[in-house]
């Protein structure tokens, strides 16, 4: 099974978070009309990987999502909306979901986030969560044509359009990036000030 | 003890959560207090700077103050990160809930450092001894001097520039303080200068703001350090060689020098 279970530090067992990742979906229209129409069966966060840097810069964007999914302070109608403004660095809710969103004929490369937040405890038990992960990849798999492949980063980085990247984040012609030579450093540099760009968003 | 000091002093909700290490509460201030936790996975530490409700305030004007301040330093890390000023990066934060996580800054801080080069002797005015080579000491004072010409180039000024409030951050593949004799010794002041603590930090142009800032460190060096007290003509002459405009900014520090921090309030 590609569907992958994230654990993420600060959050509790009661909220999973499963994670996967297609290469060259085909169906792109199919997904985007289900979001459109609010089908309560795809609350999903698809995520257009190319403006993806890394697993750590997907994993802020959940973070933050999740956090305001237990406080109760999302500000778009769910917390998988929520994942994909969160990627953002202002608080422009159009602009992200066509920047980080799903866009028809555009994306090719999918990373697709569910989180399942259960009210009590006793639904954290291991045996159904394992039952609600495969039902959840099952879901998935049937809907989403593409090919599975690992949530790395070095996959990642195959899918990364750095022009769109440096766009969204500002990152041209800063003067901190621009002075380093090697190359591996420079995204690290990048991916920083993409993190920091979302954690201040909006002020 | 542990749980003694948690009814004290609440953590915030977010470390309320399970986390593979559990946080540990590094230092309090005035304002807030630091925790040392993790930030999304188990292998990357973060600096967790909380700024709790204040009782005493009316609670709009305290949720208010709380989110501006925590504001203002995000805006300011961000600034000096994007301008390659040495500072940590802001990992996460919720300025409503009064949190910010930041980069997990190693090493040591640079008063621990020189006091540790000094040798922790106590003796009333014992100067550092004639003809011992303080060579790693003045580099300090200059990595000092650039960093905080590098901060005031893009327009920052610190506010509460002490030698608590840089870290050392031992160079990649080195290791910082430990040790014994006089390699240890030297190893105490190695490192790169990182600037911590912007919780008062404004954007600031003003040659006397960043006169102010400078006067405040003297201040501060004078009485964390005075055996070394000398050795701070060195950083004001690195200041000015990575900072074009601090001429001025040395001229007004003479005027400070003669008045204190606070302009007169008469007239």
Redesign the interface.
């Known amino acids: 099974m590609a569907l992958e279970k994230l654990n993420l530090e600060h959050i509790p067992p009661t909220c999973q978070i499963y994670a996967a990742f297609f290469r060259d979906v085909s169906n792109c229209e199919f997904l985007h009309t289900q979001l459109l129409s609010r089908n309560s069966e795809f609350e999903y966060a698809f995520i257009d990987a190319s403006s993806v840097i890394s697993r750590l810069h997907l994993l802020a964007a959940v973070y933050s999502a999740a956090n305001m999914l237990l406080d109760g302070t999302l500000r778009t109608p769910n917390v998988h909306s929520e994942i994909v403004v969160s990627l953002n660095t202002n608080n422009n809710i159009a602009d992200a979901y066509r920047r980080w969103g799903i866009t028809p004929g555009k994306t090719k490369d999918l990373i697709v986030v569910k989180v399942v937040l259960s009210s009590s405890t006793a639904q954290v038990e291991a045996s159904t969560q394992a039952q609600t992960q495969e039902a959840i990849w099952d879901h998935i798999q049937q809907h989403v044509k593409g090919t599975p492949t690992p949530l790395t980063d070095a996959e990642l980085a195959q899918t990364t359009e750095w022009p769109k990247v440096r766009k969204y984040y500002r990152l041209n012609g800063v003067p901190s990036l621009e002075r380093l030579a090697d190359e591996q450093e420079q995204r690290q540099q990048s991916e920083s000030l993409a993190i920091m760009g979302m954690a201040l968003r909006g002020l | 003890m542990a749980a003694a000091d948690d009814a004290q002093f609440p953590p915030p909700?977010?470390?309320t959560?399970?986390?593979?290490t559990p946080p540990t509460l590094i230092t309090q201030g005035a304002e807030g207090r630091l925790y040392k936790?993790?930030?999304?996975?188990?292998d990357?530490p973060c600096a967790l700077k909380y700024r709790p409700p204040k009782p005493y305030r009316h609670p709009i004007l305290d949720a208010r103050l709380t989110k501006a301040r925590l504001?203002s330093e995000?805006?300011v890390?961000?600034r000096c990160?994007?301008?390659?000023v040495p500072v940590p990066?802001?990992?996460?934060?919720?300025?409503?809930?009064g949190w910010?996580?930041m980069?997990w800054i190693e090493g040591i801080p640079v008063r621990v450092g020189i006091n540790q080069w000094l040798g922790e002797r106590p003796e009333e005015g014992a100067e550092i001894p004639e003809g011992a080579d303080e060579t790693p000491l003045v580099d300090l004072m200059k990595r000092i001097g650039a960093a905080i010409g590098a901060l005031h180039k893009t327009g920052v000024v610190h506010g509460d520039l002490t030698t608590s409030n840089m870290m050392l951050r031992p160079v990649q593949g080195g290791q910082a303080n430990g040790g014994a004799g006089n390699e240890g010794k030297t190893r105490a002041v190695e490192g790169d200068v990182v600037l911590i603590d912007f919780g008062l930090a404004t954007q600031s142009m003003s040659d006397e703001d960043r006169a102010v800032d400078l006067y405040v460190l003297e201040r501060a060096f004078a009485s964390t350090h005075p055996r070394a007290e000398r050795l701070f003509a060195t950083l004001l002459e690195s200041y000015k060689s990575t900072f074009k405009k601090a001429s001025s900014v040395l001229i007004k520090l003479e005027d400070v020098r003669m008045r204190g921090r606070k302009r007169s309030m008469l007239g």
């Open positions: 909700k977010v470390l959560y399970p986390a593979s936790t993790t930030h999304l996975t188990r990357r504001s995000a805006k890390l961000e990160w994007r301008e390659g990066a802001v990992y996460a934060m919720d300025p409503a809930a910010m996580m980069e």
